[in-house]
């Protein structure tokens, strides 16, 4: 019986051992990932040197290339650059006008989309109302009960 009680000051100690357990990991999990924080830091830190240098290689291979050629690339680049703003310009388009003749067909054909519409129009109306009556309802809720507590 002696062994099961326990001093106030008893659980003062476990609880406090406990939090300094939790607070200071143990050294070897720490070990562990620094080691793998400088493997993974260290490769990827090759890897950006080896792309830099990459990049300036050809930067400088590539700058004669571009200053012989501008008279004929700058006009290739703009005419590339407007056929494709022509070709996804008219993609939107297309999209648009499908999208309003569907619409209209469904308006139309009265398929329910006014239905639809007016339900949640009403499901919006009813969340407001909930939502500007619900606070003053949940605290009168919360008076009752600890009144009969």
């Known amino acids: ?3 099961q009680t326990r001093t106030h000051q008893d659980i003062i100690i476990r609880d406090s051992r406990s ?3 939790r607070d200071h990991p143990k050294k070897g999990g720490q070990m562990v990932k620094v080691a793998t924080g400088v493997a993974a830091g260290g490769s990827l830190l090759v890897l950006s040197g080896l792309t830099l240098a990459g990049t300036v290689i050809a930067l400088a291979v590539a700058t004669p290339l571009l200053i012989i050629f501008s008279p004929v ?3 290739a680049v703009i005419t590339v650059v407007l056929i ?3 070709f996804l310009a008219s993609g939107g388009f297309g999209i648009a006008a499908i999208t309003a003749f569907s619409w209209l067909y ?3 054909t009265g398929s329910g989309s006014d ?5 949640a129009r009403m499901k ?3 969340r407001g109302h909930d939502t500007k009556y619900g606070q003053h309802n949940i605290g009168v809720h919360q008076q009752h009960q600890q ?3």
């Open 124 to 126: 919006v109306g009813s």
């Open 73 to 75: 690339l700058v006009p």
């Open 19 to 21: 939090t300094l357990d």
């Open 1 to 3: 019986m002696a062994d």
């Open 147 to 149: 009144a009969s507590s």
């Open 106 to 108: 469904r308006h139309m």
């Open 84 to 86: 494709i703003t022509g």
């Open 115 to 119: 239905q639809k519409i007016e339900s």
